[in-house]
């Protein structure tokens, strides 16, 4: 089996464009979160989300806009910045070193062109219009964005779109890392992206009340990961991507390798729709590290799912004891959400790179805004401020989702 190369990261995120912008924040614990409104036609309403401030125009042209949905146009900018880290992005790069048909792309996503859908929705029944956009269907589809992903590069290798809601793009990512590994592709771009803060969504997980309220030391502040005084996970948007390709290929063309990511597990549950199961996400830490050939005392730091919801957090703290047992105590652990939010399709993709990014650096990201730590979550969450971590050697990221779908990925220094 061959050995995956990581040679370029994309982000866009609440906290900012640009990969090391993202880190950055990460390790100031300088949240993104804030309050948004939501005009409905019964007045309008203001939510905590972690929104992006983003201006499509200077990106892309109005003609390709007409067929692009907001989660596509994530795609895209943090599809760019990861090829264009890897030494390919530009067309005469990337056909000088990959034959068009051995690069793929792997994309997560929980909602897909959600927007356009409730753009849909509105139009229909209130604006009462007789026909839709003609671009509907192909706003709103979920592969729609590994398709402009492919189109903007010209990549036409394996092409996947995976849907396990908050475990979707750690499930593409560890999907492009098995199609590298087994010969069936060169090299993949793979990740997520999400844009789903409209009314339509927002509403249906108002009714699920898991949404964080506003705590009175500041919007801003409102998602408290593993902490006491938690109150729920906060929406977030946008897109993490990262170009794998194999390593031998990537020493011969002379690029940067970040990381090697060396191990990928994903398991089911079998449990419950909603309620996470502990056997069941230990299971694929577990098998991810026999996937990789690495023991539970390698991993240095590990990026929880930690969303901020009062059973999420309790039963990943009791999956982490289950998979690590006697080294859980010692084991550096934090959750990102508390800064970025929840960009659910998007998270894990966002999640990996903030543990590439803290292996390469050396530096830990805290957990966000953890004065008080709830007594049931009771492992070193690395509360507050950034850690030295000079002597990391492998990482791992956990991504857990509604409908018990669990996705974790490894990743060790190059």
């Known amino acids: 089996m061959r050995r995956v190369a990581i040679t370029g990261l994309g982000v866009i995120s609440a906290v900012g464009t640009g990969s090391k912008n993202f880190f950055d924040a990460l390790l100031s614990a300088r949240s993104g979160i804030r309050a948004i409104d939501i005009p409905f036609p019964t007045g309008t309403e203001s939510v905590l989300a972690g929104a992006i401030d983003f201006d499509p125009d200077p990106h892309f042209s109005r003609a390709r806009l007409l067929t692009m949905d907001r989660v596509s146009q994530f795609a895209l900018v943090a599809g760019r910045e990861a090829m264009a880290q890897a030494g390919l992005g530009d067309p005469a790069s990337l056909q000088n070193s990959f034959a068009p048909e051995r690069f793929g792309v792997?994309?997560?996503?929980?909602?897909?062109?959600?927007?356009?859908?409730?753009?849909?929705?509105?139009?229909?029944?209130?604006?009462?219009?007789?026909?839709?956009?003609?671009?509907?269907?192909?706003?709103?589809?979920?592969?729609?964005?590994?398709?402009?992903?492919?189109?903007?590069?010209?990549?036409?290798?394996?092409s996947s779109t995976i849907s396990n809601a908050c475990a979707s793009s750690a499930t593409s990512i560890g999907e492009a890392f098995r199609q590298i590994r087994h010969g069936y592709a060169d090299a993949m771009l793979a990740g997520g992206s999400e844009a789903l803060l409209n009314r339509g969504t927002i509403k249906a997980w108002q009714a699920m009340h898991t949404l964080a309220k506003p705590h009175?030391?500041?919007?801003?502040?409102?998602?408290?990961?593993?902490?006491?005084?938690?109150?729920?996970?906060?929406?977030?948007?946008?897109?993490?991507?990262?170009?794998?390709?194999?390593?031998?290929?990537?020493?011969?063309?002379?690029?940067?390798?970040?990381?090697?990511?060396?191990g990928y597990a994903s398991t089911t549950d079998a449990h419950h729709l909603t309620q996470p199961d502990a056997q069941g996400q230990a299971r694929a830490m577990t098998l991810a590290l026999a996937d990789?050939?690495?023991?539970?005392?390698?991993?240095?730091?590990?990026?929880?799912?930690?969303?901020?919801?009062?059973?999420?957090?309790?039963?990943?703290?009791?999956?982490?004891?289950?998979?690590?047992?006697?080294?859980?105590?010692?084991?550096?652990?934090?959750?990102?959400?508390?800064?970025?939010?929840?960009?659910?399709?998007a998270a894990g993709a966002m999640e990996f790179i903030a543990s590439v990014m803290a292996l390469r650096a050396g530096t830990l990201p805290p957990t966000a805004f953890l004065h008080k730590p709830d007594?049931?979550?009771?492992?070193?969450?690395?509360?507050?401020?950034?850690?030295?971590?000079?002597?990391?050697?492998?990482?791992?990221?956990?991504?857990?989702?509604?409908?018990?779908?669990?996705?974790?990925?490894?990743?060790?220094?190059?």
């Not at 009175?216 to 408290?224: K, N």
């Not at 050939?293 to 004891?321: C, F, P, R, W």
């Not at 969450?381 to 000079?390: I, K, S």
């Open 292 to 345: 990789a050939g690495l023991q539970t005392s390698d991993i240095g730091y590990l990026n929880a799912h930690g969303t901020a919801t009062d059973v999420g957090d309790v039963v990943e703290t009791s999956a982490i004891k289950l998979a690590f047992q006697d080294l859980a105590a010692r084991l550096p652990i934090s959750s990102s959400k508390g800064v970025h939010g929840h960009a659910m399709g």
């Open 375 to 414: 007594p049931r979550c009771d492992l070193d969450y690395v509360p507050l401020a950034p850690r030295d971590a000079r002597g990391l050697r492998a990482v791992m990221s956990n991504s857990f989702a509604f409908g018990g779908s669990n996705a974790v990925l490894i990743a060790k220094k190059a």
């Open 216 to 262: 009175i030391d500041g919007a801003e502040t409102s998602c408290r990961p593993f902490s006491a005084d938690r109150s729920g996970l906060v929406l977030a948007e946008g897109a993490a991507m990262l170009v794998l390709e194999d390593w031998e290929s990537a020493k011969r063309r002379g690029a940067a390798i970040l990381a090697e990511l060396c």
């Open 106 to 158: 792997s994309l997560g996503t929980g909602s897909g062109g959600a927007n356009s859908t409730d753009v849909a929705y509105t139009a229909l029944l209130e604006q009462k219009v007789a026909r839709l956009r003609p671009m509907t269907v192909v706003l709103a589809m979920n592969n729609a964005i590994a398709a402009h992903v492919s189109m903007e590069f010209g990549l036409k290798g394996p």
